[in-house]
């Protein structure tokens, strides 16, 4: 097992590894009750191992699977099941589940009683790796995603990586778009993670999820994730959103193509956009470009926009503007000589060539 301690006030860690749900107890221990907040199938497989590793009474509360249910109509079910079981401010709530439980199970407990404690369980590898750690919690309006949040710190995380082996293949190749990132955040002679070289060797065992190498990876990058939310807990000084790497063009790609794209594969796809967006400003040479478009393609993803006839760079420029970090521009979180930058409206042939490096051409060709 790996500890990994978020340095927010208070901090917090990051259990990862085999077996690790059953540390949810400890996590716990002393409190009156705790409420599971998780979905039917995952509550199947894996909620009686964190039940009976708690000593308090516990309840399973069950939300349904997918965006649709991350709203605030589920948040106030949540909330109303657990006034009706007696859940109290010095209670705890377990959010056990991929992504979608997390941040409204988070968001039910940052609100319920004025906040209670949450202990996020992710059991994807998108979870773990990231939505579990750092606190943003969400749900999403009609008019758009997690547009109704809060920040709330867990108490603590638990990242089983046993629960992996089990996603189903294009799930878990999602995660990997968000691994994909975590590689290429640092300058490949500095990387802290060594997860380039990691991948380099160990692709074909990633990809079959042999436990000891997906336990090590999740590590890795859940370290990177930890070390930027301390250093900007509530994303106010830009650091924080280098973590967005990738995801501008990723949030209008999962918009115009209404989700048939996951969250990792439109990561990955906007990796190699950012990449050649990069080059093409002359912020990096053509080795990062070409590390940015081989690193996502080794680990199976897609990084050339699919059926690109059906949207045009027009629709994803304003879709593009459109995004939460987006200050009057567009901006873009940008490898260079400093490290990753955000960068506001960058020129128009360094988008084009960009947007030729995912397959989109302006111009029909
Ligand atoms: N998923 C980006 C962040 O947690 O800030």
């Known amino acids: 097992m790996t500890s990994i301690t978020v340095a927010t006030e208070p901090a917090y860690t990051v259990e990862v590894g085999p077996g690790a749900l059953a540390q949810v107890g400890a996590l716990v221990a002393d409190r009156r009750r705790v409420a599971i907040v ?109 547009l109704v949040g809060a920040f709330h710190q867990p108490i603590g995380v638990v990242a089983d990586t046993d629960t992996l082996g089990s996603l189903e293949p294009r799930e878990y190749r999602s995660g990997l778009g968000e691994v994909a990132k975590y590689a290429l955040m640092f300058d490949v002679a500095e990387d802290p993670t060594g997860l380039v070289d990691l991948l380099r060797t160990g692709t074909t065992s990633l990809l079959d999820r042999e436990p000891a190498l997906l336990a090590d990876v999740v590590a890795r990058c859940v370290k990177v994730k930890a070390d930027v939310v301390a250093r900007d807990p509530h994303e106010r000084t830009g650091i924080r959103a280098t973590l967005n790497l990738g995801h501008t063009l990723a949030h209008a790609l999962e918009i115009a193509f209404e989700h048939r794209l996951t969250h990792g594969e439109a990561v990955a796809i906007g990796l190699v956009f950012v990449g050649a967006l990069a080059g093409g400003c002359e912020r990096v040479g053509i080795d990062v ?29 304003s879709l593009m503007a459109r995004d939460k970090k987006a200050s009057g521009g567009l901006t873009f979180v940008l490898p260079g000589p400093m490290g990753l930058e955000l960068v506001e409206d960058p020129p128009t042939a360094a988008l ?13 060709p």
């Open 38 to 146: 998780s979905q039917q199938a995952i509550a199947d497989r894996y909620a009686e191992t964190v039940r009976s590793s708690i000593d308090a009474p516990t309840e399973v509360f069950l939300m349904g699977d997918g965006e649709v249910h991350k709203c605030l109509s589920t948040v106030e079910d949540l909330c109303r099941s657990f006034a009706r079981w007696g859940l109290l401010r010095g209670d705890a709530v377990v959010a056990l589940g991929g992504g979608v439980v997390g941040d409204t199970a988070g968001f039910a407990a940052a609100v319920y009683h004025r906040g209670v404690e949450v202990v996020q369980a992710p059991t994807t590898l998108l979870a773990m790796v990231d939505a579990a750690i750092g606190g943003k919690t969400a749900v999403n309006l009609a008019e758009g995603k997690n």
């Open 352 to 364: 084009r060539y960009a947007f030729e490096s995912v397959g989109i051409f302006q111009e029909k």
């Open 289 to 317: 470009v070409d590390r940015f478009q081989a690193i996502p393609a080794s680990l199976g993803l897609p990084v050339a926009v699919p059926e690109p006839e059906s949207v045009s760079a027009a629709e994803l420029l």
